[in-house]
C-alpha cells in the first residue's frame, strides 16, 4: 500500500485546468516538500514535470504547476491540450535516500 | 546531452538469475545517484534502490532489499540490477534514473528494460 495516494483517473476538456491530488498517508514523507511528479505517456518512460512542491525543470511549459497544502500535494494542468493525455505520478523524499511513488492517476482528455 | 539508454527485453524462467544495465553519458557518473524503479500494471512506479557511483554506496527499499542487488562500473559509466534467483512476480519493467545533485527528484530516466519470467 502506496503512502502517498491519487485519485485513479481525472478528467477534461481541451482548454479546461484540472487538478491532481496526492496525500501523504503516512508520515514516512516527514513534511512533505520534497514532492516531485511525473508524466507518463503509454510506452514511454516518466519524465519529471515538477519538482520540491513548485518547481518546474527549464523549458517546460508553464501550464504544469505544483502546490501543497498540509498533507496534500497537487498538480494543476492548465489550458488542457491532447498530448498531456497521460498518466501522472507523483513522489516524496521518504528520507535516509529513500522515496515512494503515489498510484498513479490517468488524465482523459475529453 | 545526459542520457541512460538501457538494456534490451529478457524472457526468463522462475529460478534464473538475471543482471540489466543502465549505460551513462553526457555527466560525470561518479557524483550522481542512479535509482531503479520498478512498474507494474497492479502496483505502478515503486522506487527499489539507489547507488552512489563514487563510492559504491547502497540504499535498498524494504520491500526489494534481499531481492535484488545493484553495482555500479564507473570505468563503463553503467549501473546495474541483478537477480539471483527470479520469480514470475518480478516481471514487469525496470527503469533507472539518475537523481539530481542537489535535488531530491530523478532525471532523466533510462527507457526501461521489460523482464519477462515464465516457465
Given at each position: 500500500?502506496?503512502?502517498?495516494?491519487?485519485?485513479?483517473?481525472?478528467?477534461?476538456?481541451?482548454?479546461?485546468?484540472?487538478?491532481?491530488?496526492?496525500?501523504?498517508?503516512?508520515?514516512?514523507?516527514?513534511?512533505?516538500?520534497?514532492?516531485?511528479?511525473?508524466?507518463?505517456?503509454?510506452?514511454?518512460?516518466?519524465?519529471?514535470?515538477i519538482y520540491e512542491v513548485t518547481k518546474r525543470p527549464s523549458g517546460l511549459s508553464n501550464r504544469f504547476s505544483g502546490s501543497k497544502s498540509g498533507n496534500t500535494a497537487?498538480?494543476?494542468?492548465?489550458?488542457?491540450?491532447?498530448?498531456?493525455?497521460?498518466?501522472?505520478?507523483?513522489?516524496?523524499?521518504?528520507?535516509?535516500?529513500?522515496?515512494?511513488?503515489?498510484?498513479?492517476?490517468?488524465?482523459?482528455?475529453? | 546531452?545526459?542520457?541512460?539508454?538501457?538494456?534490451?527485453?529478457?524472457?526468463?524462467?522462475?529460478?534464473?538469475?538475471?543482471?540489466?544495465?543502465?549505460?551513462?553519458?553526457?555527466?560525470?557518473?561518479?557524483?550522481?545517484?542512479?535509482?531503479?524503479?520498478?512498474?507494474?500494471?497492479?502496483?505502478?512506479?515503486?522506487?527499489?534502490?539507489?547507488?552512489?557511483?563514487?563510492?559504491?554506496?547502497?540504499?535498498?527499499?524494504?520491500?526489494?532489499?534481499?531481492?535484488?542487488s545493484i553495482s555500479a562500473d564507473r570505468s563503463l559509466s553503467a549501473a546495474y540490477l541483478q537477480w539471483g534467483s527470479l520469480k514470475a512476480s518480478d516481471t514487469a519493467?525496470?527503469?533507472?534514473?539518475?537523481?539530481?545533485?542537489?535535488?531530491?527528484?530523478?532525471?532523466?530516466?533510462?527507457?526501461?528494460?521489460?523482464?519477462?519470467?515464465?516457465?
Amino acid at each position: 500500500q502506496s503512502a502517498l495516494t491519487q485519485p485513479a483517473s481525472v478528467s477534461g476538456s481541451p482548454g479546461q485546468s484540472i487538478t491532481i491530488s496526492c496525500t501523504a498517508t503516512s508520515s514516512d514523507v516527514g513534511s512533505f516538500d520534497l514532492v516531485s511528479w511525473y508524466q507518463q505517456h503509454p510506452g514511454k518512460a516518466p519524465k519529471l514535470i515538477i519538482y520540491e512542491v513548485t518547481k518546474r525543470p527549464s523549458g517546460l511549459s508553464n501550464r504544469f504547476s505544483g502546490s501543497k497544502s498540509g498533507n496534500t500535494a497537487s498538480l494543476t494542468i492548465s489550458g488542457l491540450q491532447a498530448e498531456d493525455e497521460a498518466d501522472y505520478f507523483c513522489c516524496s523524499y521518504a528520507g535516509t535516500n529513500t522515496w515512494v511513488f503515489g498510484g498513479g492517476t490517468k488524465l482523459t482528455v475529453l | 546531452e545526459v542520457q541512460l539508454v538501457q538494456s534490451g527485453a529478457e524472457v526468463k524462467k522462475p529460478g534464473e538469475s538475471l543482471k540489466i544495465s543502465c549505460k551513462t553519458s553526457g555527466y560525470s557518473f561518479s557524483n550522481y545517484w542512479i535509482a531503479w524503479v520498478r512498474q507494474t500494471p497492479g502496483k505502478g512506479l515503486e522506487w527499489m534502490a539507489m547507488i552512489y557511483p563514487g563510492d559504491s554506496d547502497t540504499r535498498y527499499s524494504p520491500s526489494f532489499q534481499g531481492q535484488v542487488s545493484i553495482s555500479a562500473d564507473r570505468s563503463l559509466s553503467a549501473a546495474y540490477l541483478q537477480w539471483g534467483s527470479l520469480k514470475a512476480s518480478d516481471t514487469a519493467i525496470y527503469y533507472c534514473a539518475r537523481r539530481g545533485s542537489s535535488s531530491f527528484s530523478f532525471d532523466p530516466w533510462g527507457q526501461g528494460t521489460l523482464v519477462t519470467v515464465s516457465s
